[in-house]
């Protein structure tokens, strides 16, 4: 116990890294489920639509969805920390000590480095979780009603999944060097990579992984398309991303070889043979912080803009009530019209047919400029326009489909073309739809299986609910991403500071200052970290404008990029947070090892 205590406070530099991402990591855990036990998030469930309740419950997968990433990030945080003590182990074992007594050793030092940082993480968690509540309290109906809560079923939860992911984290390190032998252990640090493939293989990888990439793009784009071959769109992006990251650590190798005079000018070699090395080595790694940093800016952004374009779309109906009968029902609303439905079978595609007199009356209800009519029949398009909408095939005297009208009702699904002529057919195979829309909330006088009754109040009070579950789970899900990716490429580096410490000494012996080690290790750590950042950047560029494309299908028209916006600047604050961190505890492990010399 006591050697382990030393051991802690020896290596806390080592340590502190890992101690953040476990506290981070616990904070964030625990945020996340207790929001899901707070008063008025379990009033909203049971007060509001079925919606929000799968909402609610959604949080709940999702928490195992999460807790399986921060476990893949605590074990990767666990093995840079026995990656840097292999040499530490290997003494020991050259000491005498039975395999044993590491074993134990490394379970002691996770335990205290574990109980500290769950800790830290559930007092930092519980004031995240008051922040977030706070923050949303406008947002919910009921939450007058209800106060703070610190869930003690979460706190358990956080407990319970922490130590037990402490220990199997703890066995698995163990065991691992239980496995090498004691020479493999000393010179762990050494080794590096061989590039092995030739020029020409690497150019070919390269292009074939651009135009992969460009066309995934393209494909992507086309409505619908995502939704009938996402699985497909995905595997080939991936594979994309894992051939440019291969292919362009290779072709920096063999540009630094071809033009040795440009690169030699300072301590240039020593960080493109490094960063070289590092897209050789750790490509897979690399592709999935790569993908990882798409899914956190691009859930955080497409979330809160579904939150802002539902709650626009609510505000913005026209009727505080809207009676939709699919018979010929009396007419007694502040506006009475009557539509016939038409789908053509051969195009799939389907128009709502009124009357001229009907539609007069729509024009003077929304105070509109009465259209040119000298003849029928007449065209124009109510509601949003959709990319994908096919119009009716017939001769038209009039088109106006470049003009913006209001809904017809309530229900988004009811508009779209809308052909206006003189009257209506008096028998037609097609339904009549009667609608009659109210300034005021009302419910028909015949209420039965062939009406529907939509109210602006009831809709803005059960999607309240929803639009604040979109909103968190976005920013959660995001923010846990986006810390995860960046923490993985901050313990990548920090792992090989140890390996740059052994160039920059014998650089420092050929003449190196500590100006140049400085600037040297400012480029290679900033093209590392910058590289995974940019195409992961590009991909959510296309990737909000993918889902932007396939979500106006359902009506989602994005009304900001301001979502975007603060994705990508939260994204880059912490980005900015590890890559100061990761800077400093490197230039540190590379000095301290200069002076040791």
């Known amino acids: 116990m006591k050697l382990a205590f030393k051991n802690v406070q020896k290596s806390f530099r080592d340590y502190s890294i890992y101690f ?35 909402l609610v419950r959604l949080v709940g997968l999702i928490s195992v969805v999460i807790s399986c990433v921060l476990f893949g990030l605590i074990l990767y945080a666990n093995q840079f920390i026995m990656n840097k003590r292999k040499k530490e182990m290997a003494l020991y074992q050259l000491m005498g000590a039975r395999h044993t007594f590491t074993r134990n050793l490394l379970l002691m030092e996770n335990i205290i480095v574990g109980s500290l940082s769950l800790l830290v993480g559930l007092t930092f968690g519980i004031l995240f979780s008051f ?40 066995m698995i390190a163990a065991f691992s060097l239980q496995k090498q032998k004691v020479i493999n252990l000393i010179q762990a640090h050494r080794k590096n990579s061989v590039i092995k493939e030739n020029l020409n293989f690497t150019i070919v990888i390269f292009i074939l992984s651009l135009s992969c990439l460009g066309y995934t793009y393209y494909w992507a784009l086309q409505p619908s398309e995502l939704l009938k071959h996402m699985p497909m769109i995905i595997i080939l992006g991936s594979l994309s991303t894992y051939g440019l990251f291969k292919s362009f650590g290779n072709l920096l190798f063999f540009w630094n070889q071809k033009h040795k005079p440009r690169f030699f000018k300072n301590l240039n070699p020593v960080v493109f043979r490094s960063i070289s090395s590092h897209l050789s080595t750790t ?30 779309k609510v505000d913005s109906l026209p009727y505080a009530t809207s009676v939709i009968s699919h ?48 003849q029928f029949p007449i065209l124009i398009v109510t509601g949003i326009h959709d990319t994908s909408m096919k119009f009716p095939q017939v001769d038209l005297a009039h088109d106006y489909t470049d003009r913006n009208f209001p809904n017809l009702t309530n229900m988004e699904i009811i508009d779209g073309p809308l052909l206006i002529v003189e009257s209506l057919p008096e028998h037609s195979s097609s339904p009549l739809t009667t609608i009659n829309n109210y300034t005021h909330e009302t419910t028909p006088l015949n209420n039965d299986e062939s ?28 923010f846990i991403f986006i810390t995860a990716s960046l923490a993985l490429i901050a313990l990548q580096q920090l792992y090989s500071s140890k390996e740059k410490a052994e160039d920059y000494l014998i650089l420092s012996y050929m003449g190196a200052t500590q100006s140049m080690i400085r600037r040297s290790l400012f480029k290679d750590l900033f093209i590392s970290f910058g590289l995974p950042l940019t195409l992961a950047l590009i991909h959510t560029l296309f990737g909000l404008r993918i889902m932007e494309v396939n979500l106006a299908l359902g009506g989602l028209n994005s009304i900001s990029y ?18 100061s961190v990761t800077y400093v505890l490197s230039y540190q492990t590379i000095k301290k090892r200069s002076l040791t010399h």
């Open 131 to 170: 922040i977030v509540y706070r923050a949303t309290v406008p947002l919910i109906p009921l939450s007058t009603n209800y106060g703070f809560k610190i869930s003690l079923s979460s706190l358990y939860q956080t407990c319970l999944s922490f130590s037990l992911s402490f220990i199997l984290v703890s």
């Open 451 to 478: 009406t529907v009754t939509i109210q602006r109040a009831e809709m803005m009070l059960e999607l309240q609910g929803v639009i604040l579950l979109f909103t968190y789970v976005g920013l959660f899900v995001g």
């Open 283 to 312: 490509t897979k790694i690399m592709t999935m912080i790569c993908l990882m940093l798409l899914l956190g800016m691009g859930a955080f952004a497409t979330t809160s803009n579904m939150s802002l374009t539902i709650k626009a």
């Open 327 to 374: 018979e010929n029902s009396q007419s007694n609303g502040d506006l009475n019209i009557h539509v016939i439905s038409e789908f053509n079978t051969e195009t799939l595609s389907s128009h709502n047919i009124i009357s001229y007199d009907d539609f007069k009356n729509y024009e003077r209800y929304h105070h509109l400029e009465s259209l040119k009519v000298d």
């Open 562 to 579: 301001i979502p975007a916006i603060i994705s990508i600047t939260v994204c880059l604050i912490i980005y900015c947070i590890y890559f």
């Open 20 to 54: 953040l991402t476990l506290t981070l990591s616990v904070a964030f855990f625990y945020a996340f489920n207790a929001f899901e036990a707070q008063p008025s998030i379990q009033a909203l469930s049971e007060n509001t639509t079925s919606a929000a309740r799968s």
